[in-house]
């Protein structure tokens, strides 16, 4: 194998599962208006754990959230639904987006 091929298997091996959510996060367009560290249209999915942190009800909810779109819980803009995502991908973004730390 080619060192690079090498390192290529290596990371993935690693930090497969972060970034294959991050992955399909940038995939759904769900990174247009979030982004990981910092408010944009929408806010930060670190500030969106930590708001839900020890929250049961936050994986349905949120999940419902992503499908169907809302607002009034983080400003004035309101999140349009998201009909290019599937309920088992929502639950899996909302999954990712909750571990954040
Ligand atoms: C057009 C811009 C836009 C896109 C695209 C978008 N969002 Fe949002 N999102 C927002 C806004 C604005 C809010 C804040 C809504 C509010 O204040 O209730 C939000 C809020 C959220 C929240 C927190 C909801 C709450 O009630 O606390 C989550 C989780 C979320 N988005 C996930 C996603 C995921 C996953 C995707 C991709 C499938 C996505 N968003 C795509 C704009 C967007």
């Known amino acids: ?10 990371s993935i091996g690693i ?7 991050a992955d399909l996060a940038q995939k759904k367009n769900c990174l247009s ?7 944009r249209i929408g806010p930060s999915y670190k500030d969106v754990a930590a708001k839900y942190a020890g929250n049961k009800d936050a994986l349905s909810t949120l999940s419902t959230k992503v499908l169907k779109g809302g607002g009034g819980v983080w400003g ?16 899996v973004l909302v999954q990712w987006i909750l571990s954040l730390k």
């Open 1 to 10: 194998m080619k060192p690079v091929a090498l390192l290529l298997a290596l």
């Open 33 to 39: 208006c979030h982004s990981v560290d910092s408010k």
């Open 76 to 91: 004035a803009i309101p999140m349009p639904a998201n009909p290019q995502v599937s309920e088992p991908e929502a639950k």
């Open 15 to 21: 930090a497969g599962p972060a970034l294959a959510n």
